[in-house]
């Protein structure tokens, strides 16, 4: 039998199935225990220091107590502390994107995917480099800046060569004031050469989520196909690490298996590369199993109410609370809003989850992923997210000053992110709404990006965010980020 080991580079070891199960156990025997639970709370509490807030984070077992608990007071405690530290770390900016679906071919045969290999009535369809050209052109007239590229596994369509062609092409486009300046990978478990090019190519976050941590549930879910092998989809963040990409995004796909075991899963995964790498993951997704083509969400039996998926985000935010957490338009505005004030620090928006979708006119179906509930546009989400008081961000700046990794983590402990992050955010709004934003947009927007100027503690900072802003107005920018 398998130890729990979260140093191991062995799945097995670092998402041991025994410890998860103690876990659980654990978990319901502590579940009503006051004092543990309030001494949980406590430590999960940002601290105040001399230049911002330190957070400790809780263990894989700590926030699983948390999560067992149903008393609605600490339910509320666990709330009220998700957003403290949201606001301490990540402050109210919201970091936008949209994701860019290059290919549907796939040769694996996932059970919740409409892309699987068995489905021979949707059709496929594989993005050509003029077609990228003209999405990243329909993209940038929106207004994005960051992209999440998506693809199906398919070694023969969608080679690592034809990833690699798309990057290049996405950030070769410069439409108008637009251009997309980073390009985040979702693509299939590969090996540590790929991941080296891919961060050859430039690429910010490599995301792939784990769908299920239990192995027998991911045995069963993806039958055949690459995707089919447990072991090396789960360590393929270690191979990305290996091949130099320093900021991953985990996540599993809620509904697929009994979320208190994912949940345990996800957080010894972050523990894991912490341990190993001496660094968390960048973000943590919450996707949640969603209708699609030939797929019904009730056909598996582990759906979770809102309540449920929101107290779920909760708890990842008080056990990580230095990862970006992301929500996407799987989601509807309703949800959406109650994790904004939950932890959730970016959203996607305007998106559209088909192959060539942002080119056409209408929201096209046929190579559709998924469902998208939140079908506004991005001008809607902007303004929907300053109506709540959030500042829509698109900002690239980290990475583009080459603050990943543990650098991106050094940043946002600095208590800096006031001096740094917001006026930066400020800036790329301020393009935002000068280039592309409706009339109502705009006049939201400016009153935000006036009263928000005035919370940069720094003076010298805030002058410059401020000329830098009053350039932006009068068409006289400069490539000028904090
Ligand atoms: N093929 C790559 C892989 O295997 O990781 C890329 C992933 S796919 C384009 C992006 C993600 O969509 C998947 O990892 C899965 O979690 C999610 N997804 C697939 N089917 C879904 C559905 N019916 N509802 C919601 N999300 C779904």
Redesign the pocket.
Known sequence: MAIYNPSSLKAEEFINHEEILETLAYADAHKNDRALIDEILEKARPQKTATGYVCKGLSHREASVLLANDDPEVREEIYKIAEEIKLAFYGNRIVIFAPLYLSNY?V?G?L???YHLKNKHIPRKKLTQEEVKAEVIALQDMGHKRLAI????DPKNNPIEYILDCIKTIYSVHHKNGDIRRVNV???ATTVENYRKLKDAGIGTYI??Q?TYNKESYLYLHPTGP?HDYDYHTEAMDRAMAGGIDDVGL?V?FGLEGYRYEFAGLLMHAEHLEAVHGVGPHTISV????K?DD?D?DAFDNGIDDETFAKITACIRLAVPYTGMIIST?ESEQVRSKLLRLGISQVSGGSRTSVGGYTQEERPHDTE??DVSDQRSLDEVVRWLMENGHIPSFCTACYREGRTGDRFMSLCKSGQILNCCHPNALMTLTEYLEDYASPATKAIGYEMVERELQRIPKEKVRAIAKDHIEAIKNSNRRDFRF
Not at 150 to 153: I, S
Not at 287 to 290: A, C, I, Q, S
């Open positions: 796939c694996n996932c919740y995917c409409p998506e693809a199906g596994e979702n693509i299939a792939l989520f769908e995707k996540g796909l996707p949640r199993v969603k699609a797929i969400p799987r992923q998924f």
